[in-house]
């Protein structure tokens, strides 16, 4: 292997990165080292987002006019613009990383989880039954008068207890099927997928483990991943219960959230199918993406102390190109005219077959697209919220980096969608920044003296204005009159 011609270190990471071609680019050392740093236009110097530090070495950069002056002397450069002749020490300014902890910190405003008695509500006609489950079965032992294999006897049973029939069995279970049934003294809990087709055996364990049926469901945005432990056994019951009792409140175990990896390659999920187009670029962003629900999933199963074999089922919801990304489906022809999909439905898969560490017979179920710019997440929102079952017309409004309007009822319902999240994460917006330390996020305006009282996250210095910051900013220059609708 060649020797490294420069070494990068980048803080306040402090993580250091071997260079073995003068003149790199700075933006793709970062990107090699695994070091964010913000680059919404996918480095081509339009944004300015990437503003880096020299603290140390010197470079080679263009002067953009994205950098002031006064900036340019305390030694501001964009990385995407900068290429590394010399051994350097790099700082990466807060507004130019990412922040998961503006994700996980507790808001003073109210805070609404939708629970099993809202749903019915909401959705008329719903019942709380998983398409994955559990049943518990005691199996009579084989004899000399009653020898038929194994898997014919657990058949046998689940059609005797439960009435379910046309049931197939996932081939990997019947390696162990024998043996799990004699240490269990034939007392097991089976996991049970249904299809249209009918019902297959997907998992076999000792005892009665029925109350042990947990899910999790993972909003795969552009530009957030959050992530959330259900208890499924919970969700029935507290469905069932019509008098609303305190397991509402078990239903949702654990939650995660962390800002979606795959930034660093584009913000936008044009810039990301670009991206998918150089050599390596398609795994590269499946990669980053199935390490952010392997980072949520692990969270979430330590902060519910639980284990990863309890869970059954994995569910996934996000826009088109984020679903072709995550399952490594190419999604150049998304935005090529005449801007079609690979496919609207995608079937279950393992989800150890992308990447996802959970055992081997747990499948993942993404939620299907509409077309090329109107996903599954906004499927998933309009099911959820009932809104194709209302008499009256229904504006429902996804506002994420890809934001999705859907206006209908019972009768018809009609979408489109738009790039809404660089309008609110600084796209086009000078002071404009990510939800993080330092981003105004609350705004009130003194109605008679135009005095305006802002609020930052964390209450950190200012460093710019996110976009609940932006929103709360027009909400009050309407209210006082300083602005007309």
């Known amino acids: 292997m060649p020797e490294p011609i420069h070494q990068v270190t980048f803080q306040p990471d402090n993580i250091t990165v071997d260079v073995y071609r003068h003149g790199e680019n700075l933006l793709r050392v970062a990107m090699a080292a695994g070091v964010h740093i913000n680059a919404s236009c996918g480095g081509n110097g339009t944004c300015g987002k990437c503003k880096v530090i020299i603290d140390q070495g010197k470079v080679e950069s263009e002067h953009s006019a994205k950098i002031s002056d006064e900036q340019w002397e305390q030694g501001y450069r964009l990385a995407c613009r900068t290429k590394v002749i010399d051994d350097l020490i790099i700082t990466i300014p807060p507004e130019s990383r990412i922040d998961n902890s503006a994700l996980k ?10 629970k099993a008695r809202d749903l019915n509500t909401l959705v008329q006609g719903l019942t709380i039954n998983p398409a994955v489950f559990k049943c518990y079965l005691e199996l009579p032992p084989p004899t000399a008068d009653d020898n038929m294999s194994d898997l014919g006897r657990l058949m046998r049973e689940i059609k005797r207890a439960y009435k379910y029939d046309h049931i197939s069995t996932d081939f990997h279970l019947l390696r162990r099927l024998s043996r799990v049934l004699r240490q269990a003294e034939w007392k097991v809990t089976v996991t049970l997928v249904y299809n249209p087709k009918g019902f297959k055996l997907i998992d076999l364990e000792a005892g009665d483990t029925t109350k042990d049926n947990y899910s999790i469901i993972i909003d795969v ?3 957030t991943v959050k992530g959330q432990l259900l208890n499924l056994e ?3 019951i507290a469905h069932s219960n019509t008098n609303g009792t305190d397991a509402d409140n078990e239903n949702l175990c654990a939650e995660d959230a962390k800002y979606n990896s795959q930034v660093r390659f584009g913000e936008d999920v044009i810039s990301r199918i670009v991206h998918s187009q150089k050599k390596g670029g398609l795994e590269e962003l499946q ?21 990863d074999d309890q869970i059954s089922h994995l569910v996934i919801a996000g826009n088109t190109t984020m679903t072709q990304l995550l399952l490594g489906v190419d999604p150049k022809y998304i935005r090529e005219d005449p801007y079609v999909p690979t496919a609207n439905f995608f079937p279950p898969v393992r989800a150890v077959e992308i990447g996802i560490k959970l055992p081997d017979y747990i499948h993942l179920y993404v939620f299907p697209q509409v077309s090329s710019y109107v996903g599954g997440d906004i499927v998933a929102g ?7 079952q209302r008499e009256e017309l229904t504006l429902f409004i996804d506002v994420g980096t890809n934001g999705e309007i859907v206006l209908g009822n019972a009768d018809w319902l009609v979408c489109t969608s738009c790039s809404a999240g660089p309008a609110f994460e600084g796209g086009g917006v000078k002071n404009g920044m990510r939800a993080a330390a330092g981003a105004i996020e609350q705004v009130r305006i003194n109605p008679e003296t135009y005095e305006p009282m802002v609020i930052t996250i964390g209450s950190q210095k200012t460093m ?3 976009g609940s910051g932006l929103i709360d900013a027009a909400a009050e220059l309407l209210l006082t009159g300083i602005i007309e609708p």
Not at 105 to 114: A, D, P, V
């Open 105 to 114: 910190r507790k808001t003073g405003g109210q805070r609404h989880i939708l």
């Open 287 to 307: 990669q980053a993406i199935v390490g952010d629900i392997n980072d949520i999933i692990t969270q979430l199963l330590k902060s519910a102390d639980i284990r």
């Open 464 to 466: 710019g204005i996110c």
């Open 221 to 223: 945005g552009t530009t």
């Open 234 to 236: 919970e969700c029935r």
């Open 382 to 388: 309009v099911l959820g919220s009932g809104i194709f």
